[in-house]
């Protein structure tokens, strides 16, 4: 069949098979590659947020306990005041953290994500008591219960959110 064209003709044709090769190939590429980037964007407002927001409760969770110590250390002093303040400051955005993360569904079993935001929420329903206590001026009992329920329920928040983090990035690496 090529033997019986002309030259101009079978180069034509040539070129324009190779062309449209071509642009088959560069149109499944950028189909493949939309794809994957749609998988990396799920991948990132999913696990990644739930990893993310796991630290941030853990962090906002620490700096909320140390405020309450230094409101236990020194309920009535100008800095147990301030710290006061700022443990009820910091307590307010962990529950936005925990109902977004617990909308994330990172996790096929919920399992884990359930014993966390139990443990921060026992925890956190300690907080106020410990701080009224403080405040009231029975700084022994005040003292006595960080030692009995605030640090156990603290471990206990630490220990659900390293097993949720080390679910979540075996998750992660599972994709």
Do not use: H
């Amino acid at each position: 069949m090529l033997k019986n064209m002309k030259v101009k003709m079978s180069l034509i044709m040539g070129f324009s098979v190779t062309v449209l090769v071509s642009i088959i190939i560069v149109v499944v590429s950028l189909v493949i590659m939309n794809i994957q980037s749609s998988s990396y964007q799920g991948i990132i407002d999913t696990e990644v947020r739930a990893s993310d927001l796991v630290r941030t409760c853990r962090l906002q969770v620490n700096m909320t306990a140390r405020y309450l110590r230094d409101v236990v250390l020194d309920p009535q002093g100008e800095s147990g005041q301030q710290s006061a303040t700022k443990t009820t400051d910091s307590l307010s955005p962990l529950s936005d953290y925990i109902t977004e993360l617990r909308s994330l569904n990172v996790l096929s079993d919920s399992t884990l994500i359930d014993d966390y935001i139990s443990a921060v929420q026992v925890w956190g329903e300690a907080v106020p008591n410990i701080m009224n206590t403080a405040l009231g001026g029975d700084q022994e009992e005040a003292i006595r219960m960080v030692q009995e329920e605030c640090t156990p329920a603290l471990t206990k928040v630490d220990d659900a959110a390293s097993a949720l983090q080390t679910a979540i990035t075996a998750e992660q690496d599972s994709i």
